[in-house]
């Protein structure tokens, strides 16, 4: 086995011990990297070498699961419909959301990496669309923007999920809600 198959190896074993000490735990926040490194038979400065940071490994996990997630519905039907960009976003935002919801804890988990820490530069699923559906009146920069807006504002409210149906009434685990919510939102920014 070669160097960069071992890493490979080591990454599944980091990502597989994360998921697995996440699900566990009431706070998926307080698996520390001693109790992920041993799990996965690995030293704690592999984290690092391998993720940058215990933060971005949770991350890569949740994105693991997400990538998932996403296989189980039928996203491409989506992305190849003869829909607006407006509507393929709104459809899935409503896949990405609906994820978010029924993984609370990793949502939890996630959000301060996502919000804070994420690189910004890194492609949003989110901007072809946006850019698409300006075409062309908009910037590029712009349509980035609006895209980071949509996405960052989406883990917002997900994260606050039960604030907001104790305060507003608005409960997004009923998908009409949740749907209804999206619908706004994207309404909102892609006017």
Sequence with gaps: MNKEEKLQLTKGSL?????RLMEEKDDPMNVTSREIAAAAG?????INYCFGSRENL???TFQKQYLDFL???DIQAVIASDASPKEILKKLHFIVASCLIENPKFTKAVTGFVLFKRDLSTESFSYAYVYRHYAGSKTEAE????AYELSTMMQLIIFRAEDLKKDFGIDLETPEELRHYIDMR???LLA
């Excluded at 349509?143 to 609006?146: A, E, M, V």
């Design 42 to 46: 690995v030293k704690p400065s592999m």
């Design 15 to 19: 990502l597989d011990a994360t998921f």
């Design 58 to 60: 949770i991350y890569q």
């Design 143 to 146: 349509c980035r923007l609006i």
């Design 186 to 188: 994207v309404d909102l």
């Design 71 to 73: 296989k189980e519905k």
